[in-house]
Each structure stands twice: as structure tokens, then as C-alpha cells.
């Protein structure tokens, strides 16, 4: 494995127990530039050609992940977890290379089992700051992920099996952040790049994406689909073992 070590970092104040997926919208070399230049870092890159470079060590707590939410935990999602970036010039709005994902899968099982990481706390950047991001994108295989053991995918029949019915306390199941109105539509929103892509207004433009993450309409809330698929996902997550 290469490395390109940044000196962005603090010290752990708590244990490892989560995986944040992220999506760059650049080469490798590029974004280890930005990466420096704003004072961040990550603790590996997924560079275009699916190889692996260490930017920060795992004991340490890298600046991957700003400010976010995932589970009701109150501390630092960047003390907690382990932060991947993804090279993907589209930022995930289109198919990521599939010896990319032939190379993530295997290391993050690595990681899973070398910190008891729950399944249900392998998640991307857009879940735990979904009024922020947007990566990794509505064209990440997090069905894929599920099946190889990474994450958690649902079963379309347990939606009937899950009694409760109001969106936000079936967001809150599955860990996402329900403090706000606007908090639960950011998050639906979120939902939808991870489960229901064809709900997610594709943006051709990457820069404008940075800036706009959400939508202006939300319509996909009052979706027959929309509210089923969250019903069993929540399922999942509250049944997760």
C-alpha cells in the first residue's frame, strides 16, 4: 500500500466503531492536494485505479467527516471512525469502477472485523451529514456491500412487520438525525441515495452539487414506495443482532 501521511489529525478519545464512505470528485493526486491545502484528511483514498493510499493512521482521529450525527451517539463521528475516500469523478452520480469496489470490499471487511465495526454503522458521508453531502452518491452498491456483509440492505415483506409509521421515528431506527424538520427531510433525502436512487435528482454538475444537495421539492415523501422501503429497512436495523 502506498502513503502519502497528512499531519491533519487529533488523538482518539474513544473507540473505533464505525466506516464512513466517501466519494471525491477527483483524481487521487488532486484531491490528496485539496485535502492539504484545507487542513483535512482521511485515512485512506481509493484512488482512480483502485489502489489504496494511507493518509492517516487508524489509531488516529482524521478530519473526514465534519460535523455529524449517526445512532443517538453524542461524540465526534470523525473520533469514531475510520473515514475512505473514493476517487469518483461524478461524486457517485454515476456507476463507480468495479475493481474499486472489488478492492474496498475486502479491506472494509478487514476493518469490520478488526474493530467488531456493527454492520449498521458502515455508512456514507451523506447519512451522517445529510444537509451537507451527498457522497457517495445515489450509484454507490450499497446493495452489493450488504450481500458481501457490509451494512445492512431490507427485505420488501418485513414492511408489513413494522408497526410503527411515522417518518421520522423510522428514520431514527435506522440512525439517522431527526432533531429538526428539516433534519428529517435532509435525512430522508439521504435515505434515498442509499435505498431509493430513483428518487434522487441526478446533477450532471458535480461543483453545483457541492453546494446543492437537496432538493427543492421533497414529493418523494408522500411515495407509497418511498414509505414501504423505509418501514423494512428500519425492520432491519431494529432486528440487526
Not at 469514531?80 to 469518483?88: A, L, P, Q, T, V
Not at 470490499?105 to 467488531?116: D, E, G, M, N, S
Not at 458535480?206 to 427543492?216: E, I, S, T, Y
Request: net charge neutral.
Amino acid at each position: 500500500m502506498k502513503e502519502q501521511l497528512l499531519p491533519y489529525f487529533e488523538e482518539r478519545t474513544t473507540p473505533v466503531d464505525m466506516i464512513v464512505l466517501h466519494a471525491s470528485a477527483f483524481p487521487a493526486e488532486k484531491l490528496l492536494y485539496y485535502l492539504d491545502y484545507y487542513k483535512c484528511s482521511c485515512h485512506y483514498v481509493l484512488d482512480e485505479n483502485a489502489e489504496l493510499i494511507k493518509v492517516c493512521g487508524e489509531e488516529k482521529c482524521a478530519f473526514h467527516a465534519g460535523k455529524g450525527y449517526w445512532r443517538g451517539a453524542e461524540k465526534s463521528v470523525n473520533q469514531r471512525s475510520i473515514g475512505i475516500e473514493i476517487c469518483n469523478m461524478s461524486l457517485g452520480q454515476h456507476p463507480y469502477d468495479e475493481k474499486q469496489i472489488d478492492k474496498l470490499i475486502p479491506f472494509c471487511r478487514k476493518l469490520v472485523r478488526k474493530y467488531a465495526i456493527p454492520l449498521c454503522n458502515v455508512v456514507g458521508h451523506s447519512d451522517v451529514a445529510p444537509a451537507r453531502k451527498a457522497d457517495p452518491g445515489p450509484a454507490f452498491p450499497w446493495k452489493r456491500l450488504a450481500r458481501e456483509g457490509l451494512g445492512l440492505w431490507y427485505e420488501p415483506k418485513n414492511a408489513a412487520k413494522m408497526a410503527e409509521d411515522d417518518t421520522a421515528r423510522l428514520l431514527s431506527i435506522i440512525g439517522y438525525d431527526i432533531a429538526s424538520e428539516e433534519a428529517v427531510r435532509a435525512s430522508a433525502y439521504a435515505f434515498c441515495r442509499r435505498f431509493l436512487p430513483q428518487f434522487v435528482q441526478l446533477d450532471e454538475d458535480v461543483a453545483h452539487l457541492v453546494d446543492n444537495v437537496l432538493p427543492d421539492e421533497f414529493g418523494f415523501m408522500a411515495e407509497t414506495k418511498f414509505k414501504q422501503v423505509l418501514k423494512a429497512a428500519a425492520y432491519s436495523y431494529l432486528n440487526y443482532k
